[in-house]
């Protein structure tokens, strides 16, 4: 769990993921297409990692998104931020896009 909070600590936006996951693609996406350059960590080959993210809350525990270094949720949970428009809003103010 320690891994999971350093890694969701060390950039303003960290997008856990499995390679094999299309809501992860699409988060992924998503992100590209607003300019944020997230870190990407594949936990496709780490069953402790995916444990960590469930005890965390994570739930579905992919895609976890973290922006600023606070979970901000699933796929579900990013996608309503990006509809209600606050999406954007979070990644300026963690400074992943700037503007």
Known sequence: MDRVT?????KAAVIFTKSSCCMCHSIKALFY????SPAIHEVDHDADMEWAL???????SLPAVF????????????ISLHVDGSLKQKLIEARAIWF
């Open 33 to 36: 297409e607003l300019g944020a």
């Open 6 to 10: 350093d890694l969701a600590s060390k």
């Open 54 to 60: 469930k005890r965390l809350g994570c739930n579905p």
């Open 67 to 78: 922006i600023g270094g606070k979970y901000v949720g699933s796929a579900r949970d990013v």
